[in-house]
């Protein structure tokens, strides 16, 4: 059955002054399968309702709380009422909403990690399982064609056994004490009571194990960590370090940093398996290096020659050479999310690719990880299992 | 005054089975500024319907023709009927739909080259002028942050008196005879009747062309060029070498290729003054090259430290690292043309900064480009003005 | 037979505080194939005896002329004195000591370009021809090892019939006056009385026209050229932009300058056929990107895999990843000469891979190129035929 | 007093069939400073010979064995004798020659790893100090321009306090077992008897940490260490995953590996300190790139504008954008201890630039590492004092 009109999508968090906010508006906007109607953009009712003006929202469907706004859609005619909730407040502030949006009938989009703490995770988990509605979690880098085709390549054995993962996510942002200057994302990140156990590594680290576990196709079975926190009073880490084992035997090394002066958001990913290796920069995005045991090594395009796997032409908007990027990419895991969302109204069994963005078992993977970090890190550096 | 809706959009050309069509409708969308409302998609009524359908649109709204869609348009009220029209036909089908637009009260925005011949870019300017619209061509390379403050840096003399200007477009998608496969793109761009008297310097050439001047801020004033048609058969040039000469007594290169086997959509540029030089590549959209006399070079970025320009700081979402791509930058023209848009409606006199997008002017320039490029060519490569 | 000793090598200019003497004598030195013997170093005697000490020479042997050095070293016997001159002089003193050293019967290795003018270079080609000694002309860039490689799959018709090349040397040493400041360089480049009739042209496009045609294996038939001047003051061009034809068909463009402000020396190439194209620079000069009508781009690599010609094997000395340079291109020239020295001495018809490094044709072809050049644009950039 | 002569010296190892003899000899030969005049190239007497032919040697002066060397030529004129040894065996016959020649009154440049073990490399300094002789140890990576240029930096304090290092030496030419194919490399280096308890971690392991600890200045203090043998057979370690703690406070991570398939020899190294970052990678050696807190990115190059040490400047030889590579890094090492035996023989204090060389202490350090990493990851990755 050919969908008749966008998906109807409520917000939570997000007011103009947020950052993350805007991004998942135009992510959600740029394939125009999702139409936001409604939202719960501060705790603040007046800047929920200058947020929901500046997006033209009816000023009705502007609610003071995740919890009128639930109650009061669900109580609209299916054709009007919102179908899918995006959550995009702060980390303590995940569980709460998207477990009454999913009680409630409504599939969730939701920012990560996915929630304040691995406890959090595993219920949203049983939630989820229980309620059978489609929930994705906005791990924006598996959302690029690039690494898609990485994954690809792995799964389809061209790179023979994989021995070895080195996953980096370097930021500077803060090298300085930003939180003291009151800027508000540095505020809450490095909060423990918002932010949760871990800041570097709930914030970036966990990109960097979900990048790691999507691309090599193996699950992470053990960390050795060393976080520190190199800014004077910051309550959470800023840096950490961790050695990786994966279940077939291959090892690794994860590093994540907020201190790396200097640097923008260069996570990338490097892959070595017995028969070749691969290469992938945030950077430079839309480029994939392979390399080969025997032949030159091969430079694989965004929409170019030679791409194997269809996850990586799906998810292409523009010929080759002109570069797409991360809003793209985010772009990716909303549409993606809208055609399992349609494919759940319509009663139909979506097939992988179509559902092909992070959901909750890579969200309770993200909360393990930060949780066995800090734990390894605590007890001077030594093995933990996840 | 605030805006309090989108502003609504109709659509000439852009079929589902389109290319460009499409870039346009994620571009329009991206920002949640512009809300598509009508179109009249494809000469065949059925292709339209269908892809009226595939859009969400009110299939009343969804017309044969373009003459049928200005004329049910304009007796709507004016709070439901469309406001701009975006064309986004083969070349020989932009003079007709933007003048009638023109001439009914609809800004428009149009796919470049503006017109299929100099004439009618001079036509169109007179009916602009007349009408006092906003008009906007998508030559999106100048979208990109980065070449924003290119232009930026060259405006402000940093790089003293500009001597040399290197622009340059190779594609390799036409090496073959792709045009006689029935490929739809290939084939009204190799044919005089729908194209033009060029195929590569019209499609491509024309882009280069804009991109010196916009960057450099200086007009071309001669030109001396060898085009070619490498493929045979073909009725038109695919590769172009052009000597250019500026203004103020700079020189310069510009060549577009379509047979240079392999490439991307590699559009770059450089440009040296007395104190300094810049480059850019599209395929590295978000860095921009800075050199110096006598201090190391310097690589500005999208979103990064030390730009100067307020132009690319207003036209980038993301925080620095997050590559921006082209549909950014082509969202960022159509974004500039709803303020300009919304602007005229208030009547209000816009700025420079928020008009930054290409006008008729621009597609002036390159049909003048084209015209000239192909008589100098014609008569073996002896200088022409332009 | 096998070798028992060094060449023995005699070099004319290159005193301690010259540029380019030092640089030809750490190329001859590399391979331990040459040994330096004597010189005669600078018009100033007390130099050339300085020079001399700083080279560990016997005194007798630092000559006050070219003249005295060839006299002298001729009386000497077979075993003692020189067997090759190195000529390192400017562009006006090339002629004289070649002659007399080929006269003399002693092989020659000389800087480029080869003489003052043409009709000098074809003088010499005579000379060269009579009396069948060995000359090398040291076009350094062929002797880089991925220029080698990809003359070779040129040349094997993998990236079929060449369409088109692009050949660049973007410098920015002279952006300034500096010629007017004393700096030795600059003087006698852009003294027409010592470079001949082209500054820019002469030092560096002879350069990227040799390479163009290297690589290609393509004479160019045409240049059309516009050349500048843009130092005030300045008596020779210190800028060109020239369109090209080949004698297959093929087009091109050749641009060298030294007032690209902030450019250091960026040679590159690139061409494409009509199953591929190639590219190469100078600043990743161990890199060699191969692209494809139908399959991934591949990056050839100095001793890397895949590589097909034995030309880049012979010349190449260390491992893949261990960069090689400028000095290794040069003393590839330096030691394919001694090669050709050695089959000369003991009769033995050398094989073109040996013989692998420019001479007197190459040289020709540069004296040419550059009045041609010059032809052309004084008459306004009209075709000249070379 | 102005040397008179180039150096003579003597060689332990390197007969043509070896790999690394070649490459000390092209270094030793680039800059005219040194001269070989003597060698015990194999334990095969019939090869001696046949490499000191080759090399043009007087064969009476192609020893049997470097005991026979040293004291043959101890023996000679002081005129005549050989002054330096270069030792170029694999890491078990290191020691011996070693030990000889210091006590025989003969500066010594030996290859990495310095010894076999630990002890060895204590007795070894031991020596050295009591001779007080000249000892190079050629770990080239630091003989690089840009190499020394991030030292400089890192030391005038510009990047702040450095927090964090991340040294790679990835390889991938024991991806497949190598060694039983009788390759003459991975055969001695895979054997605990020859290669010493380690093969990755003391063959490239060493040249990472000796990066770290040259360019940050800082003494690693505690490594916490994952060693992994990967390919079935193999009998010492071909990956390795390090965690490093340095005397500061810094972090950092240090991974070198010989499976890492498709890599060349691509050491890099990143360090950040709180108030700039730097980077380089082998690959792209002529370039150093800092990053800054709230400026652009700088691009430093060999030779070219803005360095801010005499080291970069001394040990470069040719301008800008001409690539300078291993080589000559190498060369820089020769050349240097050419500069200090010279100091030494005219009883000259050596100023610490013309004596920037890795020497004993840096063989210590790295055998302390290997002995250290061994120990730490036998005991399961804990952390070990070094």
Chains 1, 2, 3, 4 share one sequence.
């Not at 399968?33 to 409604?38: H, R, T, W």
């Not at 603040?44 to 009061?72: D, G």
């Not at 053990?222 to 035997?249: I, M, P, Q, Y």
Request: aromatic content about 8%; glycine content about 10%; proline content about 4%.
């Amino acid at each position: 059955m050919k969908p008749t009109r966008k998906i109807k999508m409520g917000m939570v968090g997000g007011s103009t002054d947020a950052f993350i906010g805007g991004v998942h508006r135009m992510a959600a906007n740029l394939d125009g399968q999702i139409e936001l109607v409604c939202g719960s953009f501060s705790s603040n009712p007046e800047k929920t309702k200058q947020t929901a003006e500046s997006l033209f929202l009816n000023p009705n469907r502007a609610y003071s709380t995740f919890q009128e706004m639930i109650l009061a859609e669900s109580k609209m005619s299916k054709e009007e009422r919102m179908e899918v909730v995006s959550i995009v407040t702060p980390n303590h502030l995940h569980f709460e909403p998207a477990k009454m949006a999913l009680e409630h009938g409504f599939h969730v989009i939701c920012d990560k990690p996915v929630t304040f703490n691995l406890h959090e995770a595993i219920e949203l988990e049983k939630i989820i399982t229980k309620t059978g509605l489609v929930f994705a979690l906005t791990h924006t880098y598996t959302g690029y064609p690039m690494i898609k085709e990485a994954r690809h390549i792995i799964q389809s054995g061209k790179l023979g056994k994989v021995r070895k993962v080195v996953v980096e996510y370097p930021q500077g942002w803060l090298s300085t004490p930003l939180e003291f200057s009151g800027q508000k994302q540095a505020d809450w990140r490095t909060d423990p009571k918002r932010s949760g156990i871990s800041c570097c590594m709930g914030d970036i680290g966990t990109h960097a194990e979900n990048l790691a576990e999507y691309v090599s196709g193996l699950n992470i079975t053990e960390v050795c960590a060393d976080l520190s926190t190199f800014v004077s009073g910051r309550l959470l880490d800023d840096d950490g370090n961790v050695l990786l084992r994966f279940e077939n035997g291959a090892k690794g090394l994860l590093h994540a940093s907020q201190i790396s002066t200097g640097e923008e958001n260069d996570i990338n990913i490097r892959v070595w398996g017995d028969k070749g290796g691969l290469e992938w920069h945030q950077k430079d995005c839309n480029s994939l290096i392979i390399k080969w045991l025997d032949k030159p090594a091969e430079i694989l395009r965004t929409g170019g020659n030679g791409l194997s796997g269809i996850a990586s032409a799906t998810n292409t908007r523009v010929p080759a050479g002109h570069p797409e990027g991360y809003l793209e990419a985010f772009a990716n895991i909303y549409r993606n999310f809208a055609f399992a969302v349609r494919a759940h109204q319509n009663n139909i069994k979506h097939d992988s690719i179509s559902y092909d963005f992070p959901s909750i078992n890579e969200g309770v993977r993200g909360m393990l990880f930060v949780e066995k970090v800090v734990e390894s890190s605590k007890e001077g550096a030594i093995w933990k299992k996840m």
